[in-house]
Nanobody, 128 residues
Framework: QVQLVESGGGLVQAGGSLRLSCAAS????????MGWFRQAPGKEREFVAA????????VYADSVKGRFTISTDNAKNTVYLQMSSLLPEDTAVYYC?????????????????????WGQGTQVTVSS
């Protein structure tokens, strides 16, 4: 079993920054990519960002482009989401996920069904 543990969430004022971390552990698992999704109260889970473990390819939701940066530390099996210029509408539970299947096109990593394992989520609250 693969475990994904998120951390770094919290309360921040609009315009502020937070960095989320997601540490992967457990049985040997060849993950092709990692993703971040979020779910606000009363809304469906939505894609935020994804990255291949090679770090070469990244993809972002339009709503976070230019404000969020996804990165990996392969030695630590950890993926990060640096969030800047936060807005109240960024308030949500943020989940990281691991995808086992390799897809040539990064589009597939924007789809939640692509992912095999999910973390428990970390709350991010942005006050206005």
């Amino acid at each position: 079993q693969v475990q994904l543990v998120e951390s770094g969430g919290g309360l921040v004022q609009a315009g502020g920054s937070l960095r989320l971390s997601c540490a992967a552990s457990g049985r040997t698992f060849t993950s092709s990519a990692m993703g971040w999704f979020r779910q606000a109260p009363g809304k469906e889970r939505e894609f935020v960002a994804a990255i291949r473990w090679s770090g070469v390819s990244t993809v972002y939701a339009d709503s976070v482009k230019g404000r969020f940066t996804i990165s990996t530390d392969n030695a630590k099996n950890t993926v990060y989401l640096q969030m800047s210029s936060l807005l109240p509408e960024d308030t949500a539970v943020y989940y990281c996920a691991a995808a086992g299947t390799y897809y040539r096109g990064t589009y597939y990593y924007t789809i939640s069904g692509t992912y095999d394992y999910w973390g428990q989520g970390t709350q991010v609250t942005v006050s206005s």
